[in-house]
């Protein structure tokens, strides 16, 4: 979420379609979750450029859309921001002119045909909250990912997507106190290759299969700190890991009424290299 929850981390005027999957899934998601909520972002007009913008009581965003070839491929950006830290700028009591309290988003899909049976796809996110007090305290936490997508149609029963994938999370807290200034960071990065395929045997049947890998490298905590501060610098040690699974999924529709979605999954999760694991008592 953004702004402490006060607004949903997904701007509705970039996304197309969202499905909500509560309880059993299908085997092509993993990550121990109980439920899956899957987006999709818009992917812009293929005939014409078309863009708004809004300015609401602490918020503005905008959206720009268009063809990159017409009927070949097109683009669409949308950006938020909120200004209600610009209004604490000209408040009389210096200590709110000292805070901070905004976040901004920005979606971006692109995508070009590049023959009969192929299209390519890239898409982002970025978005930042930042949060601060008096000077004195400030925490600013986001979210990037980036992502290119290969859809191949074999023929008219089969097709494939290959995805590259990139994502970040971080969260930064700075604390200072008068000539003491300390840093907290700490961070998930991952990169991950997925291959999915999709097999319509006939209108009834539908099969789903694929493989995805997963590297990952974490940043438990860095303190960094003056030579003014009462607190030592510290790392604690970057941590790796390498996540891979397959999985097979099949759904069967006997009517309009009645269908039935099994599958399986095999997944591994591994921690790579030397680690230090600490032991403290009561």
């Known amino acids: 979420s953004h702004m402490m929850g006060f607004f949903s ?11 909500l999957t509560k309880g059993a899934g299908s085997a092509e998601y993993g990550g121990r979750l109980s439920s899956v909520l899957d987006l999709k972002m818009k992917e812009g007009n293929l005939r014409k450029y078309d863009g708004s913008a809004s300015v609401g009581l602490v918020a503005m965003h905008g959206l720009f859309e268009g063809p990159i070839r017409k009927d070949a491929g097109s683009f669409f950006v949308a950006g938020r921001r909120t200004y209600f830290d610009y209004f604490l700028k000209i408040s009389k009591n210096k200590n709110i002119r000292k805070s901070s309290l905004y976040f901004y988003d920005l979606n971006a899909k692109a995508n070009y045909q590049l023959g009969t049976n192929d299209r390519l796809y ?23 990912t980036a992502t290119i997508r290969w859809n191949h149609l074999f023929n008219h029963k089969l097709f494939s997507n290959t995805s590259m994938i990139y994502s970040l999370y971080d969260y930064n807290v ?11 960071y700490s961070s998930i990065k991952n990169y991950s290759l997925k291959e999915d395929f999709q097999y319509f045997a006939d209108s009834k049947n539908t099969i789903k299969f694929g493989l995805q890998a997963s590297y ?7 303190i960094k700190a003056n030579q003014e501060s009462s607190i030592n610098s510290l790392l604690i040690k970057k941590k ?37 694991a600490y032991t403290f008592d009561a």
């Open 174 to 184: 700075g604390l200072t106190t008068g000539n003491e200034l300390v840093n907290i």
């Open 122 to 144: 890239l898409s982002g996110y970025f978005g930042k909250d930042v949060l601060g007090y008096k000077g004195e305290f400030g925490i600013e936490w986001g979210n990037t």
């Open 240 to 276: 790796y890991a390498f996540e891979s699974a397959i999985y097979l999924n099949h759904e069967r529709q006997f009517s309009d009424l009645f269908s039935i979605n099994y599958g399986l999954r095999y997944s591994s999760f591994s921690v790579l290299g030397p680690g230090e």
């Open 216 to 222: 990952y490298s974490f940043v438990p905590g860095e």
């Open 9 to 19: 981390v997904f701007n509705s005027e970039a996304l197309k379609d969202a499905v």
